[in-house]
């Protein structure tokens, strides 16, 4: 069987942890490797429908001072990685409001999406058990690759694996 892999829609969702720094630069350099489009999207949690005339307005400024932060972010990760040979005008940055792992899906089927690089914790809180992580369930639901990356300081623990095939 022969499989051809050609990405040409790389999607990064970033949350400015160290994880999801690390997946961005992951996702920019298989762009450059594809000669894909990267689409890097950062999804805040939207307001409650009662919510004040003044709190709408604090929120709205909040999603002004978010887009710019966000912007001058991904600047910054652009110098620090050295990336300057990537093509910025095929980086597109949008911000969405909601619940992260719906507007991933739903962002990764409206631009078309191939492949969504992003940050795992690899760890599980008990919180993780019962509901599940944004990354486990954009794993679960997407209809693309889906490439977790996990921290560096990462440390895997076999669970339920008899002792004898735990190192090889």
Known sequence: MQVDIKYDRVLV??????TSRKAFYVALKYAKKFDAD??????????????????????SKEVDRVDEGVRRRVDE?????????????RV????QGGKSWKEILNYAVEEKIDL?????????????????STTER?????GCHVLCIKPDEYEYEPIGIPEKYKNV
Request: hydrophobic share 45%; glycine share 8%; net charge negative.
């Open 13 to 18: 969702p970033i949350d400015f942890s160290d």
């Open 38 to 59: 990267t689409h890097v999207l950062h999804v805040m949690e939207t307001m409650d429908t009662f919510d004040s005339v003044g709190k709408v307005q604090d929120k």
């Open 77 to 89: 990760l652009f110098e620090r990685a050295g990336l300057a040979e990537v093509d910025r005008r």
């Open 92 to 95: 597109f940055i949008s911000i």
């Open 116 to 132: 969504i690089v992003m940050g795992s914790h690899g760890q599980s809180s008990f919180k993780d058990i019962l509901m599940g």
């Open 138 to 142: 954009v794993v679960r639901r997407a």
